[in-house]
């Protein structure tokens, strides 16, 4: 088969050649088309038939495509004329961007009032009429704080009676699931840039789903730049440094753009937008695929010391091509398993990622090949040297390796103290710590909540049974009590509901308030009475509350950013509320974007349990399979199973939790780390077959193969550390994590295989009958010390 | 050299005759504009007095639909708009709420509600007339009749609504507090019945549809639709009313219309 490949050098050449610049093609359309090439938007996350959303998209239906936004405002005195003047200036201008549904503020928020005609209205309870450079006179201004401190609904939800320096603007904007264009970075900007006009506003806050959404999407945005900068530097720098030659690190370049550009321009032509996770794809390709063709090279280079480049580089590939099969199906095993996820972007991850480590193996087994030939293909003799580093490293490594098994094997076992770590993991996510601390949206959520403000709204959308409706007086006795028993949750800072207006409007049809008691005992008529009333008073915010047909309602909860495990335990405490108060066929539903991330979490747990698991006993299998012997398997399950098992250990010490970066570890860096394994023990093995002993094996091994598991290892973890870069800290706990995970791997194999590998000594008789063959035989009288492969000449 | 003069003064003479001409021709367009709404405003004259059955019909982005059911009675008042009574027949739990709606020109409406869960009756702002009609897509403005001085008009050209010839006339609000940057209607020219309306909001753009059908006449003068429907293109819902039972002087009278008769309305 290389051969075929070798005599066709511009044929490949051209195959390739039409492939790499038709799909740079194709992304290079797609970019300036101006499509969405990144894409956040919640859909993207959950499959179409995931329950979940389609929870979300009904409450969408019925509720209207709309979340609400937290803008904290920080001033002197927010009763500051001034200052109230800019902030009529910024509401304003806000109502007017696109896709703000509605901005409700202190100077802009309507209450139930009677005007100079003794009629009631709902109106908005600032007296300035408006007019530019118009302030409050002292008497309006007392007026203003008395309506604004008189109704309990204001109060921890757009102003503090004791903290006069905050107000809260809430911006109800759209909530398209499934609109990829980046609709919540421009409005960000823009809302962003309206406040910083404003020289009485000393500081401001955004917070809520939309902003964090948008600020997921910048910094993917981000991360695409500064990673593929950031790899590409170092794929020269370690290329250049373990290959040492402008012609190989040209061979491996090749590879890598073989392998990634057609990756991702198959999601170009496809339509498939980056998210957070598929915008590691390119990264993890270049690291992965670089792997195999190192190899390639390193052998390709040795055989040339003795024999004709073309000679070599088919030796090279007929060694190298099943090793290199293996390697590339364990990681395409690793990443496959990552397509039984739900969570969309995992899926795609794992999908397209197996494909682009296929494209790469054939790119290493047809077009590094060709162009070695090309650069090497007249010289009798292209080795070009280690650097002396590695090579130090594997002197060393050689030297030691025949010394003290058990020691090493003792040493090893002490690396698994961390493993215990793996009992503190645990599945959390809390989105609003995604970023850096010193990042705008955490110190955001800080201030917001330092100041006493909810940062979050949960939905509970209450669907009455055929016939019934929110006025049914029954149903409503009993919601007006869930509604208390949700006031006295700890984690609920306000609770806006129809009752909470209805309240309001009873009061101001009635000039006094009904007693409590009074108020629950109301029945249809009272209730539907007092809701026309609020229509035809133009109260317009009870539609965010009840349908018009009266057969939904929400409840929105207002509290602090709860993470995944908090929102789980805070969904149990109101289903046992619901279990208290309401009766077992009105439908509670709790949903809403947050809610909606936070069952992604128990899938993401499932991806992470599955992926290892899957994987685990495939390789379990594989390894058995192609090492023709349960102990060389088991050998190279506990090299590999180890720097996970360490890995995972050390993220439970440091508190690092399993969320939707982190879940893709265990399987990925299964897949990942074997590869080093299995050309260390094929290439072990084949010693054996020639003759050596184990002792001279693992050293011939390690000689060899030793110098391109470092540099595959050294590539691999420079290639994975850049995503340590990213401000989105699960793309950076990947990174650092997966490289912490290669670099156990690699002292595992540089050390405890060995080791592991010089106790495995069997009896010659079992020894001759599990590896010798025939054919091993003669090949072993014709094997020369230092020329492994020579015997097959 | 001889040409070029001429040319150049017989431009300039049309120049000077457009620029004169100007004021007129835009002057005609407002004259006749409030022509054509004096000649609507006129055939109606005199009505005195009617009332209806009217069904509202509901209808969300989903197409959900809900109903309600109200008699509507109207009795015109001299040089200032009508006096409206609007009584809920259905739902049951709402049924006997009536809304009295006193319309005027320029200053705003007054309003009362009685509700008879509490046989209380309240005074109700109506300053806001672009709030929306017992949560209909109609807004109070879009219920009141059209008052000559209620607006400043324009006529703009002639175009075919169903199947029909129509004048289209630009109504601009002279009032404060509209909904309305301005009102696109088309007006039958064999009837003068409005037969569309377009409304823009204050950022000039497309906010609703007013499509009034099945005209019918009544004691041989007067014309009213049997359907209205509008459709809000912001928000993609839809009210269609349906009017029943249209009776004109019936004998109602302005006592008829006062506050105190709403606790005793059935």
Redesign the interface.
């Known amino acids: 088969m290389i051969r075929f490949f070798v005599n066709r050098k511009k044929t490949v050449l051209f195959v390739w050649g039409l492939m790499v610049v038709g799909f740079l093609f194709a992304i290079t359309a797609r970019i300036l088309s101006g499509g969405t090439v990144i894409d956040n938007s919640v859909g993207v996350w959950f499959l179409e038939d995931d329950p979940e959303r389609a929870n979300l998209e009904r409450y969408n239906?019925?509720f209207g495509e709309k979340e609400w936004s937290i803008l904290l405002l920080r001033t002197d005195s927010i009763y500051e004329p001034r200052f109230l003047n800019d902030l009529r200036n910024i509401v304003s201008r806000l109502e007017?961007l696109d896709h703000i549904v509605k901005v409700t503020s202190i100077v802009n928020v309507r209450d139930n009032e009677l005007?100079q005609?003794?009629?009631?209205?709902y109106?908005i309870i600032y007296p300035a009429k408006w007019a530019p450079g118009r302030t409050l006179a002292a008497s309006e201004l007392a007026k203003f704080k008395d309506k604004l401190f008189a109704n309990p609904l204001f109060d921890r939800n757009i102003f503090q009676k004791d903290a006069p320096q905050f107000t809260v603007v809430l911006l109800q904007n759209d909530n398209y699931i499934n609109n990829p264009s980046p609709y919540r970075i421009e409005l960000v900007d823009a809302i962003k840039t309206i406040v910083g006009e404003y020289p009485t506003v000393k500081g401001y806050a955004l917070a809520g789903t939309t902003i964090v959404n948008a600020e997921l999407n910048r910094s993917a945005k981000r991360d695409v730049f500064v990673f593929y900068t950031l790899i590409s530097i170092l794929l020269l720098l370690f290329g250049w440094f373990t290959l040492n030659n402008f012609k190989d690190v040209t061979v491996m370049l090749a590879v890598v753009i073989a392998s990634v550009i057609p990756t991702m321009g198959l999601l170009a032509v496809l339509d498939i937008p980056y998210n957070m996770v598929t915008v590691m794809m390119p990264t993890i390709l270049i690291a992965l695929s670089v792997a195999g063709v190192i190899h390639v090279i390193n052998v390709f280079h040795q055989y040339c010391e003795t024999r004709h480049s073309s000679r070599a580089i088919e030796q090279a590939i007929s060694h190298l091509w099943k090793p290199n099969l293996w390697t590339a199906l364990t990681t395409i095993v690793g990443f496959s398993s990552l397509a039984l996820s739900t969570v969309l972007p995992v899926f795609q991850l794992g999908v397209f990622a197996s494909i682009g480590i296929f494209i790469g193996w054939l790119a290493t087994n047809s077009l590094a090949p060709v162009l070695l030939m090309i650069f090497w293909g007249g010289k009798s003799k292209g080795r070009a040297n280690n650097p002396v580093v590695i090579d130090a490293v594997v002197n060393f490594v050689v030297a030691i390796s025949s010394r003290q098994p058990l020691l090493k094997i003792g040493i090893a076992l002490l690396t698994l103290i961390p493993v215990w770590g793996v009992a503190y993991l645990e599945t959390d996510t809390n989105y609003t710590k995604f970023f850096r601390e010193s990042a705008q949206l955490s110190k955001a959520y800080n201030e917001i909540d330092a100041a006493g403000y909810a940062q979050n709204p949960v939905n509970i959308v209450l669907r009455y049974p055929g016939g019934h409706t929110y006025?049914n007086q029954a149903f409503f006795q009993n919601v007006v009590r869930f509604e208390q028993g949700l006031k006295q949750l700890p984690e609920v800072i306000k609770v806006l509901s129809t009752t909470e207006l209805l309240r309001r409007i009873d009061i101001a049809?009635?000039d006094e308030e009904t007693s409590e008691q009074q108020f629950r005992a109301y029945?249809?008529?009272?209730?539907?009475?007092?809701l026309?009333?609020g229509?035809?008073?133009?109260n317009?915010d009870i539609?965010d509350f009840l349908?018009?047909?009266k057969t939904q309602a929400q409840i929105v909860a207002l509290t602090s950013y709860m993470s995944t495990k908090e929102l789980a335990t805070f969904e149990n405490k109101v289903q046992r509320l619901r279990q208290q108060y309401l009766p077992d066929d009105l439908e509670l539903v709790i949903t809403g974007t947050t809610v909606l991330w936070a069952n992604m979490d128990s899938q993401v747990s499932r991806t992470q349990l599955v992926s290892l698991v899957g994987v685990g006993t495939f390789l379990v299998v594989f390894l058995i399979v192609i090492f023709k012997s349960l102990r060389l398997g088991v050998i190279g399950i506990i090299v590999n199973a180890l720097p996970l098992a360490i890995t995972l250990g050390v993220m439970g010490w440091l508190g690092v939790k399993i969320n939707m970066a982190t879940a893709i570890i265990g399987g990925i860096s299964l897949g990942v780390v074997v590869d080093d394994t299995i050309h260390f023990i094929t290439r072990f093995k084949n010693g054996l077959r020639n003759g050596l002993d184990f002792e001279e094996s693992v050293k011939e091994t390690l000689k060899t193969v030793g110098t391109s598991i470092i540099a595959t290892s050294i590539i691999l973890i420079g290639g994975f550390s850049c995503m340590a870069s990213s401000d989105f800290l699960p793309s950076a706990h990947f990174g650092i994590f997966i490289s912490l995970s290669i670099a156990i791997a690699l002292l595992l194999d540089l050390f405890l295989l060995p080791a592991l590998l010089s106790l495995y000594r069997p009896s010659k008789t079992r020894a001759g009958k599990k590896f010798f063959s025939l054919r091993s035989r003669i090949e072993t009288a014709k094997y020369q010390p230092g020329k492994y492969w020579s015997g097959r000449e | 050299m001889k040409t070029i003069i001429q040319k150049i003064l017989y431009i300039s003479a049309i120049a000077a005759t457009w620029v004169v001409a100007q004021p007129a021709l835009s002057k005609s367009a407002e004259v006749l504009g409030q022509e054509i709404i004096e000649e609507v405003t006129r055939r109606d004259d005199g009505f005195g007095d009617f009332t209806s059955d009217v069904t509202m019909v509901?209808k969300?982005?989903?197409g959900?639909t809900?109903e309600r059911y109200l008699n509507v009675r109207s009795l015109e008042t001299k040089n200032d708009g009508e006096k409206r009574l609007f009584v809920?027949k259905k739902?049951r739990?709402?049924k006997g709420?009536a809304?009295l709606n006193y319309t005027h020109v320029r200053e705003n409406d007054?309003?009362w509600?009685y509700?008879?869960?509490?046989k209380?009756v309240?005074?109700?702002?109506?300053?806001?007339k672009t709030?929306?009609f017992?949560?209909s897509e109609f807004a109070y403005e879009d219920l009141t009749s059209v008052e000559v001085g209620k607006y400043h008009y324009r006529y703009l050209q002639d175009e075919m609504v169903d199947g029909l010839e129509c004048f289209v006339v630009e109504l601009t609000p002279a009032y404060e507090n509209s909904g309305y940057r301005r009102q696109i209607t088309y007006i039958d020219k064999a009837n003068y019945l409005f037969r569309r309306v377009d409304f823009y909001d204050h950022?000039d753009q497309l906010l609703k549809t007013l499509h009034l059908t099945e005209y019918r006449q009544y004691i041989g003068k007067y014309w009213r639709p049997s359907i209205t429907r509008m459709v809000n293109h912001h928000n993609r819902k839809l009210t269609v009313m349906k009017w029943d039972n249209i009776r004109f002087q019936t004998g109602l009278s302005g006592r008829d219309f006062e506050r105190n008769t709403l606790k005793n309305l059935r």
């Not at chain 1, 005609?117 to 209205?121: T, V």
């Not at chain 1, 029945?523 to 007092?530: D, E, P, R, S």
């Not at chain 2, 309240?122 to 806001?128: D, E, G, T």
């Open positions: 239906q019925d007017k005007d005609d003794e009629a009631l209205d109106k006025s049809f009635n029945g249809a008529n009272q209730i539907n009475q007092l026309l009333l229509e035809l008073s133009n317009d539609e349908l018009r047909d | 509901l969300n982005a989903r959900d809900f809920f739902p739990d709402i709420t809304v007054d309003q509600i509700l008879p869960a509490f209380r309240k005074r109700i702002s109506s300053a806001n709030g929306a017992v949560g950022d």
